[in-house]
């Protein structure tokens, strides 16, 4: 199984930008593939998907703001959060879409002013 780095969390103020990449271990051009998220206190939540062929879904809350891509060549997954707000203040995590195992340490991701 594809061990995960996530890394590129960090402080920023409202209304910026951060872009968070997701090293695999391992190829992940067949696998459908998501971030997911979880503030202090609260369930992990799923943030964004993307398949194999890179379509893509969002959650509510993030959808505009937020963009999920991948480079199957690099065997690297990325989010670009744009526009952002402290409830977007998180551990964020990648993994394979629908799996509970293999989680990372993830990146810490804290929207302030």
């Known amino acids: 199984q594809v061990q995960l780095v996530e890394s590129g969390g960090g402080l920023v103020q409202p209304g910026g930008s951060l872009r968070l990449s997701c090293a695999a271990s391992?190829?992940?051009?067949?696998?459908?593939m998501a971030w997911y998220r979880q503030a202090p206190g609260k369930q992990r939540e799923l943030v964004a998907r993307i398949t194999s062929g890179g379509t893509t879904n969002y959650a509510d809350s993030v959808k505009g703001r937020f963009t999920i891509s991948r480079d199957n060549a690099e065997n690297t997954v990325y989010l670009e959060m744009n526009n952002m707000k402290p409830e977007d203040t998180a551990v964020y995590y990648c993994?394979?879409?629908?799996?509970?195992?293999?989680w990372g340490q993830g990146t810490q991701v804290t929207v302030s002013s």
């Open positions: 993994n394979i879409y629908g799996l509970s195992t293999n």
């Open positions: 391992g190829s992940i051009f067949r696998i459908f």
